[in-house]
């Protein structure tokens, strides 16, 4: 069982300089949640296993959105008077009662292997957009509605070699409905219901125990990602030509000629992630412990917004973090010394394209950095 209630205040205070002023005096929100989760597995013989499950929940929320234009330059607004309400004083809400099953079957193999195949469905609630570009008649016009998916999961979790080597693989495939995005409208970052998507793929993990110290991680992943349906007031995408010129989105004057919003990629899902992780371990005369670690990761480009613009795509990345490690004979005290993004790679993490402002905002990745820590545990 699982019962959760909060009450708050969005802060949306959000100034352009001298020309636009965003000022918000309500923003209150107000959330319940109640829900109901069961889990039962049982073992039909010592090589054959099921699992069902389910969860049912209820949510009841409520908004009254109040962002502002303080100033109004835009808008023809005096000085002195009153800030443009963009949204009408009136409470808005929502419920939803939603029933989420899973099912899964296993089969042993021995008792160090083991397959096994699942299906699930998932639901994240809606809400309201509290970010507005132009004012509304109905608080119902910033609604977005839940996103809801289901998977299936075919894998094989095994161990081998007298348990030194730890093996899982897996492929999956989830459809997504009215995936939930943040898309940015003239000078506003809007939540909408962008469409709907799939996403097919698949994923190992290795750890092995090499002897005399090393071990070593190595896991991959492959994610093939696509819109199926693209809501037409999402905007999305939007195109670079070849002369550089950035292309508004689809439906209005001057996008690209055979262009899809199908075309589109989904944002943050890169295509082939890699990362190894070595560890080597050298004891002491004193029984204390020296701990070499180094992680290397290698992700494919992505882009950071789900309208893919130009400027705010990741290229493919490297990421190399090392450090070295004193462990106390008894194991209280770990020393270190070590550092992260060693390549000094940059590139953009996050970002917005504002057109109603002309600017594209982002932000970008730690450089290298440098760090010394020391660890007690009082465990022991």
Known sequence: MYFFKEAGYVHDYVPFEDVLFIYDFANDVDNKNYAAFIHADYALTDKWGFSVGGRYTDVDTSFLGGQ?????????AILGTGPLRYFPPIPDSQTWHIFDPTAGVQYHFNPDVMAYLSWGKGFKQGGWTTRLHLPIASPSDARFSPEYSKTWELGLKSEWFNHRLLSNAAVFYTDYDSIQLNIQTGISPVYENAGNAKIKGGELELQSIIGGGLSIGLAGSYIDAYYTYVNPISGIPQYIA???????PVGCAGTLAGVSPLDASVPKTPQYKLSLAPEYTYSLANRAQMRLLASFTYTAEMFNDALNTPVLRRPSTRALD?????VSPSGVYDAAFGGTNLTNDRYVTAGSPNNGA?????YFNPPRMWYASLRVNLAH
Do not use: K, M
């Open 358 to 362: 002309c600017e594209v905002g982002g």
């Open 68 to 76: 502002g234009d303080l100033n109004g330059f835009l808008t023809g």
């Open 242 to 248: 070849p002369d550089g010129t950035v292309h508004c």
């Open 322 to 326: 090392a450090s070295i490690h004193y």
